[in-house]
Structure formats: structure tokens, C-alpha cells
């Protein structure tokens, strides 16, 4: 959405005084930048949205019942 708002703005301001100004929306074109920006905005959403998810899936009460029937290791200085 923000690809095609910097186009249509630099498309629009192209030949006026405002073409200098709006120069810095050139790097929406670089598939970089609009992958950090995806990947930052994914970040965000995750911290604004992670807590409130999992106290819903806490009401819920949707989990999973897990005993851990793994054995402890023996003691290496034991084996001999």
C-alpha cells in the first residue's frame, strides 16, 4: 500500500517543487526496504497482539497436557 502511494505521489509531483521533497519515497522501490518494513511490522503486531491471544487461548483453556516421560541422564563420573 505504501509502494503505491510513494509511486503515485512521485508520479504526481514529478516537474513541480515538490519532486525535491518527495525524493526519499524512491526507496519504496527497493524490495529490501519493503521487506524490513514487512518484517518490522510483523514484529510490532506480534507484541501488540501475542499477549491478548494467548490470554484468550487462556480463558479458553486450550493447551495441551504434557508429562515428560524423558528419563534423566546418568551421571558420567557414575558409569564406570
Keep these: 500500500m505504501l509502494y503505491y502511494l510513494s509511486q503515485y505521489l512521485l508520479e504526481k ?5 515538490w519532486a525535491e521533497r518527495l525524493s526519499a519515497l ?3 522501490r527497493y524490495i529490501t526496504i519493503r521487506s524490513a518494513g514487512a518484517a518490522v ?4 503486531l506480534s507484541w501488540w ?9 487462556k480463558q479458553l483453556k486450550f493447551g495441551q497436557e504434557y508429562a515428560d516421560k524423558r528419563k534423566p541422564p546418568a551421571a558420567w563420573w557414575l558409569a564406570s
Excluded: D, E, K, Y
Design 13 to 17: 509531483s514529478a516537474g513541480t517543487p
Design 26 to 28: 524512491r526507496l519504496f
Design 41 to 44: 511490522t510483523a514484529l510490532v
Design 49 to 57: 497482539l501475542g499477549p491478548r491471544v494467548i490470554h484468550w487461548l
